[in-house]
């Protein structure tokens, strides 16, 4: 079985400029999350989909970021414009529906960003 | 509200030594607890999880962790150290449907 998907592996932008990440969640996982786990912290939830409705994006800097999941597949993290404070690396995770609370979670191996 | 802490940001022992990895977690009722297993480079991996049964869990890797609500603890175990758990250690609970992470437990395993 095929795991989650994150592209790119590693970014590296100056302060200003946009990016985007990508996520391929597990076929059939109804539910993605967005995390963003800064060095020396554990990660901290961002936004999270029920198929391609927003369950929750209450710790998202609307100001400058932004994400989708059209159709409720994939999904796409932007950063416009990025801030030194944003070099972090971004996890996307997912689960069966209604599993997030008790099952498990299944991570990407996350985007790096580094921003100068 | 539920958080989660890790008592230790580092911890070191020799391999064939057991190794003990703390949390505690603040809530007025059992919540569901994970610890998650993060290799570098490399997402997060889950290790075993709490939902209100046996209060003794076993995981993957020979890893167990034990719910204490007297003392709100959910600290990681295991017997004897190997090489290959060099990692970093995340205790998470559940809080309003959401998973929250601990700060992370680096885990470094000395020959």
């Known amino acids: 079985e095929a795991g989650v998907a994150q592209s790119p592996r590693y970014k590296i932008i100056e302060k200003r400029q946009s990016v985007a990440f990508w996520c391929n969640p597990i076929?059939?996982?109804?539910?993605l999350y967005w995390y963003q786990q800064i060095l020396g912290q554990g990660p901290k939830l961002l936004i999270q989909f029920q198929n391609n409705g927003v369950v929750d994006d209450s710790q998202l800097p609307k100001d400058r970021f932004s994400a989708e999941r059209l159709k409720g597949v994939d999904s796409t993290l932007k950063i416009q414009p990025a801030k030194l404070e944003d070099s972090a690396v971004y996890l996307c995770?997912?689960?069966?529906?209604?599993?997030?609370?008790?099952?498990?979670?299944?991570f990407g191996e996350g985007s790096r960003l580094t921003v100068l | 509200a539920q958080s989660v802490t890790q008592l230790d940001s580092h911890v070191s022992v020799s391999e064939g030594t057991p190794v003990l990895l703390r949390c505690n977690y603040s809530?007025?009722?059992?919540?569901?607890l994970f610890w998650y297993v993060q290799h570098p480079n490399k997402g997060l991996q889950l290790l075993l999880k709490?939902?209100?049964?046996?209060?003794l869990v076993k995981g993957i890797n020979g890893f167990e962790a034990e719910f204490k609500k007297s003392e709100t603890s959910f600290h990681l175990t295991k017997p004897s150290a190997h090489m290959s758990d060099a990692a970093e250690y995340f205790c998470a609970a559940n809080r309003d449907d959401k998973i929250i992470f601990g700060k992370g437990t680096r885990l470094h395993i000395l020959p």
């Open positions: 809530s007025s009722y059992s919540p569901s």
């Open positions: 076929s059939g996982h109804a539910t």
């Open positions: 995770a997912s689960s069966l529906a209604g599993q997030g609370i008790t099952g498990e979670l299944f």
């Open positions: 709490y939902t209100s049964a046996a209060t």
